[in-house]
């Protein structure tokens, strides 16, 4: 009887131990911080290039999902969300968009927000708004109140891209834009499009993970 | 208990409604506290009183009712809670206490309002205001001293908006419009939270807003709407809540 006991007190602990090391495992797993190009002046500058993509492709633990890449100091891709930035910088962003376009839920969004001269540029021209159906992507910090949208390629567009990372002579649509930093801290950011293809109303898998859709400013 | 800790209860008194529930947290506290008093104390006696002492091995004493005491413990706490239950059916009348009332709220406030919609997204609180041709913004900010109708609703998954600080709290869901009323009081800034766990950045779903004077707050008006000029054309006409379509973009 007692050697009873003890088993299944035993079994117990083993199976709590290990939905503890799963769950804390799920949680405390993010990419690594890709520190881009930064000056340091009197006002520090950065330069962060990003390029978002339909589908990873094979190589990575989820081929099918949407995600951004990050350029790091060496001009390599990276597939990172969590961006290193200098404090009270002005930060120089240029977004390569390989996606197609899902568009907003919300058409407020797709307003240029939070930016330098609340616009950016699409393709060298410069816009204060974006059809919010043409919206592929967002770049968005809630505690900067920032957004920008990113127009999406069209769907007949010829070329298209469909592993990561995506070269230059594969349809795209350039978009730049500038904001400032603040004090230090850790500020998340996101895409507000539901561009989750295959999940309910567009919201899950990559939107739902860092990594993919969503993650952090590390400003320091 | 009232005079003492009943001015520094919860949430303030940034709005009438937050005002109202302190005055209730006030009455709640206030009743309870000789009820737990009493239990806190009877425990601690009953520990000591009946403990076991060295050497005693007999079984303690038998256990019987008191139907004096057991009356007077059972009228007592239904005179309470039957008190309580009318006390915050009235209280909840008086100014719906900063809860969401849904789409026919029972009770309305008289007096002129000014509407504001609270747009729940993941995870993103904005704002329209439809006296001002529906202008939306991504900041919450109330004129000092008016009575608010705020019509929460959600384009997605159920949030909850949370303004602790005017003492406002309703759930915001797909398709449904849900009224709060809150009257401002002096300038001040808040806390917005999501109070309902809504997906990966529920945690980080939190802003602050203001309450300002009124110039102040036309000021701000005029400067919101000349940002967001660009974006106008885009945008839906207001309505109490919206269903964006389609439902499934990328699915």
């Known amino acids: 009887m007692e050697l009873r006991i003890a088993a299944v007190a035993a079994g117990t602990a083993i199976v709590v131990a290990l939905l503890v090391w799963y769950v804390v495992g799920f949680l405390m797993v993010s990419p690594s911080a890709v520190t881009p190009q930064a000056t340091q002046r009197a006002t520090p500058t950065a330069e962060l290039t990003l390029q978002t993509v339909a589908g990873l492709g094979d190589g990575f633990s989820q081929p099918s999902w949407v995600s951004y890449l990050v350029k790091g100091k060496a001009g390599q891709w990276k597939h990172s969300t969590i961006f290193t930035l200098p404090a009270h910088a002005l930060v120089h962003v240029t977004v390569y968009q390989f996606d197609g376009a899902s568009g907003l839920r919300n058409p407020f969004l797709s307003k240029p927000q939070g930016v330098v001269g609340d616009t950016m540029t699409i393709d060298g021209k410069t816009a204060d708004v974006l059809d919010p159906d043409l919206a592929s992507h967002t770049f968005a910090v809630a505690a900067y109140h920032l957004v920008v949208p990113l127009e999406g390629v069209a769907d007949d567009a010829p070329n298209q891209c469909e592993d990561a990372p995506c070269t230059m002579d594969k349809a795209h649509k350039t978009i730049t834009f500038a904001f400032r930093t603040g004090k230090p801290g850790k500020y998340r950011w996101q895409c507000f499009v539901p561009c989750a293809a295959g999940f309910i109303y567009g919201f899950g898998g990559p939107m739902q993970t860092i990594g993919y859709m969503d993650g952090f400013l590390n400003v320091v | ?251």
Not at chain 2, 230 to 251: C, I, L, N
């Open chain 2, 1 to 251: 208990m009232i005079f003492v800790l009943g001015p520094h209860l919860p949430p303030g008194h940034g709005s009438a409604q937050a005002a109202g529930q302190v005055t209730d947290n006030t009455v709640l506290t206030a009743i309870m506290t000789p009820i737990i008093c009493l239990i806190v104390v009877y425990f601690v006696y009953a520990l000591i009183a009946f403990r076991k002492r060295d050497g005693d091995e007999e079984d303690g004493s038998a256990i019987r009712g008191h139907a004096r005491a057991q009356s007077l413990w059972v009228a007592g706490t239904s005179a309470v809670v039957i008190f309580l239950a009318g006390y915050g059916t009235w209280a909840l009348l008086q100014t719906g206490s900063g809860g969401g009332q849904g789409p026919t709220p029972i009770n309305v406030p008289k007096g002129p309002k000014l509407q504001v919609q609270v747009i729940a997204q993941q995870w993103q609180f904005t704002y329209r205001y439809p006296s001002y041709g529906g202008m939306e913004t991504s900041q919450l900010v109330l004129p000092a001293d008016r009575l608010i109708e705020l019509h929460v609703t959600s384009l997605d998954a159920i949030h909850s908006f949370w303004a602790y600080g005017l003492g406002v709290k309703a759930d915001a869901q797909l398709g449904t419009d849900n009224v709060v009323y809150v009257k401002t009081r002096g300038v001040k800034s808040f806390d917005i939270h999501c109070a309902e766990l809504c997906g990966l950045w529920h945690g980080y779903m939190f802003d602050t807003g203001k309450v300002v004077d009124a110039s102040a707050f036309t000021a701000w008006i005029g400067q919101q709407k000349k940002i967001f000029e660009p974006v106008a054309k885009y945008m839906p006409p207001f309505s109490t809540y919206y269903v964006p379509e389609p439902d499934r973009r990328a699915g």
